[in-house]
């Protein structure tokens, strides 16, 4: 993908994160291509521990649009989901069973509503930590900061961290992907039976394009806190027959959490060699694990709606909506051919489809993917 021409660079942000090569040298993992890094844990020799820190992304921009134009603080309630799903099925990645939970809360108090936000992150973080319960995933929230930032911040942002520990004998390191090994990816879109409404599918990334592309610059002018550059033509409660939802609800639908589907997996199915939550690099997420492998992706299901909808409206090329989005394949089982019917079968349990979505094979030129899609062929790495 061509930086100057690239849709997500326009509009601010760098899709690769160059620069944070920088801390590679400082992090001791114990094993270097690992989806996260995991650590000795200096007080149970045969235990490694997990830490991991993400975000929202810029929905809470989005959210707060909505809120100046209803005055809902309930649309604030969703973010507390995105957060928690970014950070355990980031660490479920590599085994790791999540044990305690922390957030960040920056705001900007002279814009937004404190109380408002407040009252409504604590609920989304009540209702999301008690359905993980249900699945036997219990999370310590030990509360966290929030930080009023008038000078650095115009809207919000809202993020945490999560610690998790894993066995060292059974650490998912991504080291032993061969070739022939099979690739199933799971639906970010849809309705799992553990949710209480259709989801867009859109989870956490690429926000900042889809908020651009979409929403009327209209916006902007009427709130410049949001942001300039919007040259979208809907309204956020403009509702779409093919989205089923309006286009708001779509950008806000809060990313599924995986984590119950992956741990009914790990502890049903053998020959799991690799998991990846396609956050962050949309479908070449899998680039980081590893050693010279081709991931071959040929058999990808239709995008949902608002991925369409984004290429359409954004004129966003299907080369770069495939290294930013993940355009309906939220996570990825890696895993040998005799397992790959287990694996589906759990996730459809759940209500969530899951399908063989590809294969991987040996590389002469570091990891690669190869995306063969009813919109062209695409190859990264």
């Known amino acids: 993908m061509n930086l100057l021409t690239s849709k997500y660079r326009q509009v601010g942000v760098d899709v690769k994160k160059s620069g944070i ?3 590679k040298k400082h992090i001791k993992s ?3 291509k690992s989806f996260c890094p995991v650590f000795k844990n200096p007080l149970d020799s045969s235990t490694g521990l997990v830490f991991h820190t993400d975000g929202a992304g810029s929905k809470p921009v989005q959210a707060y649009l909505h809120w100046t134009e209803t005055r809902d603080k309930r649309w604030f309630e969703g973010l507390a989901q995105d957060v928690v799903a970014m950070n355990i099925d980031d660490i479920v990645c590599v085994g790791a069973i999540p044990i305690s939970l922390v957030d960040y809360i920056a705001l900007n108090p002279r814009i937004v509503p404190k109380k408002e936000i407040l009252e409504s992150l604590a609920r989304g973080f009540e209702k999301t930590l008690s359905l993980l319960k249900k699945f036997g995933i219990s999370i310590i929230f030990a509360g966290g900061e929030t930080a ?3 000078d650095q911040l115009m809207t919000l942002d809202v993020s945490g961290a999560v610690m998790g520990i894993i066995e060292l ?4 390191s991504g080291e032993n992907i061969k070739a022939g090994d099979i690739i199933v990816g799971i639906r970010s879109g849809g309705r799992a039976k553990y949710e209480n409404r259709e989801n867009s599918g859109i989870m956490c990334n690429g926000i900042t ?9 209209e916006y902007s002018k009427k709130r410049p806190e949001i942001g300039s550059g919007y040259f979208g033509r809907f309204s956020f409660d403009d509702y779409l027959e093919e989205l089923n939802m309006t286009v708001g609800e779509a950008i806000l639908s809060p990313t599924r959490i995986f984590t119950p589907i992956v741990f009914k997996i790990l502890k049903q199915c053998g020959g799991i060699s690799g998991l990846v939550h396609n956050t962050g690099g949309g479908l070449t997420k899998c680039l980081r694990l590893g050693k010279n492998i081709l991931y071959v992706k040929e058999n990808l299901p239709e995008p949902d709606p608002i991925f369409k909808l984004i290429q359409k409206e954004g004129r966003v090329s299907w080369n770069e909506m495939f290294e930013v989005f993940n355009m309906g394949i939220g996570f990825e ?3 040998k051919k005799e397992e790959v019917d287990n694996v589906i079968s759990i996730a459809e349990k759940f209500g969530v489809q899951a399908m063989v979505i590809g294969y991987c094979d040996r590389s002469k030129r570091g990891n690669r993917v ?10 990264y790495g």
């Open 333 to 335: 089982v890696i895993v």
């Open 21 to 23: 090569e920088v801390f």
């Open 30 to 32: 114990i094993h270097e």
């Open 169 to 172: 004998s059974k650490i998912i």
């Open 209 to 217: 394009l889809a908020r651009h592309c979409l929403m009327k610059p």
């Open 148 to 150: 009023e930032l008038p």
């Open 370 to 379: 190869i995306i063969k899609s009813m919109f062209g062929k695409f190859e």
